[in-house]
Each structure stands twice: as C-alpha cells, then as structure tokens.
C-alpha cells in the first residue's frame, strides 16, 4: 500500500501551470473547480447530462482564455463569469429561453418566516430549478449572481423590460408554489 500525500496548490501556481500546458496543473483546476461550477451549471439547465456537458466545455474554455485573466478579482469569479456565459450560450443555441406560462395571482401571502423553518437550501434551490427556462435563468443573474436588468438584458440579448418581465413573472410563480408548499407542510405536520 502506497500513501501519498497531495500538497495543496494555490491559484496562482495553477495558473503559471496551465498557461505551460502541464497537466497536472489542469488536472488541479478540474478537480478544485469542477464541482461548483457544475452546480451553476445545474442551476442554469434542468437536465443533468447537459449541465455536465457545459461544465466540462466551459472548463476548456478557460484553458483557452486563461492568458486573458488579468489576476484583478477573484480566480473562481473569473471562472464562474466563463461558466454562466457558456450556459447561457447553450440555452440561447439550443432552447426555448421565453416560453410563456399563464400565472394565476396567488390567492395568499406566503408568511416567509414560517417556511424558512420548515424549508432547507435545497428545497428552494428545487423550486428555483422547476421554474420555466426564461425565468430561472433571469432570476438566478438577478437574485443569485447579482446581475442588473441591463446586463443580464446585453447577456441574453433581450430588453431591459423582457428581464424585468422574467424576474416578476418568476417572483410570482414563485410565490405561488411556496404556498402550495406550506399547505403541503402544514398538512404534514
């Protein structure tokens, strides 16, 4: 039996790695990075073999545009910023971004507080994910990445309206399956 020990690299040497062409150095940038950026990925696209299948493009993408990384800002915020855009690419190319969906008004107020007790990260990270694809895409720039309406508007190559449109239709929808949520939890409990 062989142990051995890993020595943890820092981005920096990651960098000066992969702009050489070594491999073991990508193979740190993979492994580091890989993980949280598939899940931005799963936030952008409901179907798991295409996020992986984005993640991984997107990983190559900044083997490729490495050299364009300035070091101003974070590494893993220059990365993320590659993997969104490459999502969005991939929905722009190969879905439906806008479908549109009839929302009745939600008849009542969710009371946050009172779901936040019975409902955990992942929960809402569900109910974000079984938004239509123009909402949640919208909604995870604004809410999630912080985007403006104009960025994300420039991003999508919609109007600054269209986004704001998205993210109140999405709030809505939103909305509505919380409380059809906390009648579910309140039935349970």
């Given at each position: 039996?062989?142990?051995?020990?890993?020595?943890?690299?820092?981005?920096?040497?990651?960098?000066?790695?992969?702009?050489?062409?070594?491999?073991?150095?990508?193979?740190?940038?993979?492994?580091?990075y890989s993980a949280k950026?598939?899940?931005?990925?799963?936030?952008?696209?409901?179907?798991?073999?295409?996020?992986?299948?984005?993640?991984?493009?997107?990983?190559?993408?900044?083997?490729?545009?490495?050299?364009?990384?300035?070091?101003?800002?974070?590494?893993?915020?220059?990365?993320?910023?590659?993997?969104?855009?490459?999502?969005?690419?991939?929905?722009?190319?190969?879905?439906?971004?806008?479908?549109?969906?009839?929302?009745?008004?939600?008849?009542?107020?969710?009371?946050y507080q009172s779901l936040?007790?019975?409902?955990?990260?992942?929960?809402?990270?569900?109910?974000?994910?079984?938004?239509?694809?123009?909402?949640?895409?919208?909604?995870n720039l604004y809410a999630?990445?912080?985007?403006?309406?104009?960025?994300?508007?420039?991003?999508?190559?919609?109007?600054?309206?269209?986004?704001?449109?998205?993210?109140?239709?999405?709030?809505?929808?939103?909305?509505?399956?919380?409380?059809?949520?906390?009648?579910?939890?309140?039935?349970?409990?």
């Open positions: 039996m062989k142990l051995t020990i890993k020595k943890s690299i820092n981005d920096d040497e990651i960098i000066e790695g992969c702009l050489r062409g070594k491999r073991i150095a990508q193979q740190c940038l993979y492994e580091k950026m598939l899940g931005v990925c799963c936030r952008y696209l409901k179907d798991r073999d295409e996020a992986e299948d984005v993640m991984i493009a997107s990983i190559m993408k900044v083997f490729e545009k490495l050299e364009q990384f300035k070091r101003e800002g974070s590494f893993e915020g220059w990365i993320r910023r590659l993997v969104i855009n490459e999502c969005l690419t991939y929905l722009r190319k190969n879905k439906s971004m806008f479908m549109a969906v009839d929302i009745e008004k939600a008849e009542i107020t969710p009371n936040a007790d019975k409902l955990e990260e992942d929960d809402l990270m569900s109910l974000v994910e079984s938004l239509p694809t123009g909402y949640r895409t919208v909604f999630i990445e912080g985007y403006s309406h104009k960025e994300i508007a420039d991003n999508l190559q919609i109007s600054v309206n269209t986004s704001k449109s998205q993210l109140s239709r999405a709030r809505v929808l939103l909305q509505h399956k919380l409380v059809e949520l906390k009648k579910l939890l309140t039935l349970n409990y």
